[in-house]
């Protein structure tokens, strides 16, 4: 009995769509009523609002001020002690409940708050919208991490300051380093220092999910209080994303609401196992689960740097949310950095430039290979057709590149193909040669044949040498995955003709098995796609 190929093709799990695609999208839609409403309130509440702002921050300046006089940030850093340290706890603490209280904020406060000598380090998630800084107010004003640049902004920069904050700098390349130095000799003070606030989800999301956590708030390895945040409001005019309502407007809708409920909930302290202290992406995962698993929401592994990819693809003219790939776990398991990533997303942009909605269909996969549709292409689009809906987003085609057609770019492989179209075996392929078996393989008219071979001869001398060959696989891999699939297909006819059992599945490691015999060995084994290691 001959063997059969395979056309449903097994996935690996983890490499599956998160259960959120997109968490850095606001999707607030305001009704007629919701418009009206605003407008009827906010002519009375913006005004009175904007007044007993202006109060307070007319108090809070001169307070900060005079609080963090002559006090330094930089260099042999101290913590506050003494009066600065009771103007901090009785004065500015007050004045910042005051200041919420004003844009009408209602605070809920469940759990109940450890000290510094119990749990160093406070992690906040999930951080959502501008206003997340009324955590800092309730928690007493702990340290936190913040942007020198803050510091400069006018009255809110100098009541930072008086938060003692750890300074990140952007300009200094070993910023980060001396970041989590500073965590980790506040973190291990026993007391000394005030308790480190971070939301270690280092951006703004909708709340959906909670996407991977930085690291810092973990290194240290010391015990960390989970802190959870809820705007349970039938209107959400507080979520400040990456898509969706600017700022200004977010700000506008929050004063003109009745009141806005902010839940505000401690939950016990997550005391770090040995094997945690050693390994702060344990930890961080151990910390997330629990936060989640309160808040009712799953766990994905985006992060900021598919917000950078966000921008990429909105500067490529594809829809912001085609650059969403989950970097964690693509980076992880894939052995990409964003910049790899980003070059990819190029490539992908010039392929999706006709598309609508930022997906390849199988139309526009053949035009840009400048193929015809026939079986090999077919089934390599396939391949990176993960959720087989018909179409390639830019995740399916970072992990097709990466996985199927750049482990098909050995240089045996190459050989082998080099060797299909040099039939006089002079070590070069000519026009005639190359044209001979794109008609009869794959089906390619004289025109995009032509194009395509002047691409691959690169100094335009009329034939094609090995080295030309290797350095246009390397940079289209989708080609020499397509080579080889043509080899698995003339393999599987041939076996089909001939009636023979087929003694293995193809060479190379696949993510999915192209073809299967019906010996037991065969059936009993995993498919050897697809099973790199989580």
């Known amino acids: 009995m001959p063997p059969q190929r395979i056309f449903a093709l097994p996935r690996q799990q983890s490499l599956l769509?998160?259960?959120?695609?997109?968490?850095?999208?606001?999707?607030?839609?305001?009704?007629?009523?919701?418009?009206?409403?605003?407008?009827?309130?906010?002519?009375?509440?913006?005004?009175?609002?904007?007044?007993?702002?202006?109060?307070?921050?007319?108090?809070?300046?001169?307070?900060?001020?005079?609080?963090?006089?002559?006090?330094?940030?930089?260099?042999?850093?101290?913590?506050?002690?003494?009066?600065?340290?009771?103007?901090?706890?009785?004065?500015?603490?007050?004045?910042?409940?005051?200041?919420?209280?004003?844009?009408?904020?209602?605070?809920?406060?469940?759990?109940?708050?450890?000290?510094?000598?119990?749990?160093?380090i406070l992690a906040v998630a999930p951080h959502s919208t501008f206003f997340d800084g009324i955590v800092c107010i309730v928690a007493g004003l702990p340290s936190t991490v913040s942007r020198v640049e803050n510091l400069a902004t006018p009255i809110f920069g100098r009541c930072v300051r008086c938060l003692q904050p750890v300074l990140v700098s952007r300009e200094r390349t070993d910023s980060r380093k001396n970041t989590i130095r500073e965590i980790e000799k506040r973190a291990k003070s026993e007391g000394v220092w005030p308790q480190v606030l971070i939301f270690p989800e280092g951006t703004c999301t909708n709340r959906s999910c909670l996407i991977t956590f930085k690291l810092g708030a973990f290194i240290p390895g010391v015990p960390v209080q989970p802190v959870i945040m809820r705007y349970p409001n039938k209107l959400d005019t507080v979520t400040w994303t990456w898509q969706g309502f600017s700022s200004?407007?977010?700000?506008?809708?929050?004063?003109?609401?009745?009141?806005?409920?902010?839940?505000?909930?401690?939950?016990?302290?997550q005391i770090p196992t040995e094997e945690e202290k050693k390994s702060a992406p344990l930890f961080a995962s151990t910390v997330r689960r629990v936060m989640a698993e309160a808040l009712g929401v799953p766990v994905t592994d985006h992060t900021y740097e598919d917000c950078r990819l966000m921008i990429s693809a909105g500067e490529l003219t594809l829809p912001m949310e085609a650059g969403l790939v989950e970097f964690t776990k693509i980076s992880r398991k894939l052995n990409l950095k964003w910049e790899n990533v980003q070059k990819e997303l190029e490539g992908f942009a010039v392929m999706a430039s006709s598309c609508?909605?930022?997906?390849?269909?199988?139309?526009?996969?053949?035009?840009?290979?400048?193929?015809?549709?026939?079986?090999?292409?077919?089934?390599?689009?396939?391949?990176?057709?993960?959720?087989?809906?018909?179409?390639?987003?830019?995740?399916?085609?970072?992990?097709?590149?990466?996985?199927?057609?750049?482990?098909?770019?050995?240089?045996?492989?190459?050989?082998?193909?080099?060797k299909l179209f040099d039939t006089d075996e002079d070590q070069r392929i000519t026009r005639l040669e190359f044209s001979a078996l794109m008609r009869s393989a794959l089906g390619v008219s004289d025109l995009n044949m032509t194009k395509l071979f002047k691409e691959i001869d690169a100094d335009a001398s009329g034939f094609i040498s090995f080295a030309e060959f290797e350095a246009f696989a390397l940079t289209h891999p989708e080609y020499a995955k397509l080579f080889t699939t043509y080899l698995e297909l003339q393999r599987y006819q041939a076996l089909k003709g001939s009636g023979d059992e087929g003694p293995e599945g193809p060479?190379?490691?696949?993510?999915?098995?192209?073809?299967?015999?019906?010996?037991?060995?065969?059936?009993?084994?995993?498919?050897?796609?697809?099973?790199?290691?989580?």
């Open 248 to 269: 200004k407007t977010l700000l506008l809708l929050t004063l003109c609401q009745l009141y806005t409920t902010v839940e505000i909930e401690f939950l016990p302290p």
């Open 17 to 120: 769509l998160p259960a959120v695609i997109n968490p850095f999208v606001q999707e607030t839609k305001l009704s007629k009523a919701d418009i009206i409403k605003c407008v009827l309130l906010g002519i009375f509440l913006v005004p009175i609002r904007g007044i007993l702002l202006s109060l307070v921050l007319m108090i809070t300046w001169p307070v900060a001020v005079i609080t963090t006089f002559k006090h330094p940030l930089k260099g042999s850093v101290e913590p506050m002690t003494g009066w600065r340290r009771f103007m901090c706890r009785r004065v500015m603490a007050p004045l910042g409940r005051a200041y919420y209280f004003a844009m009408g904020f209602r605070v809920v406060v469940k759990g109940k708050q450890v000290s510094s000598r119990e749990a160093p």
């Open 356 to 418: 609508k909605g930022g997906r390849i269909s199988i139309q526009e996969f053949a035009r840009f290979l400048k193929l015809p549709i026939n079986p090999a292409l077919e089934e390599l689009f396939a391949l990176f057709d993960r959720d087989g809906d018909g179409t390639i987003d830019f995740r399916e085609y970072v992990i097709g590149v990466t996985m199927l057609c750049r482990p098909a770019n050995t240089e045996d492989v190459l050989r082998m193909a080099f």
């Open 507 to 534: 060479e190379g490691p696949e993510e999915e098995a192209l073809l299967q015999g019906p010996g037991p060995a065969d059936q009993g084994s995993d498919s050897t796609s697809d099973k790199k290691d989580d």
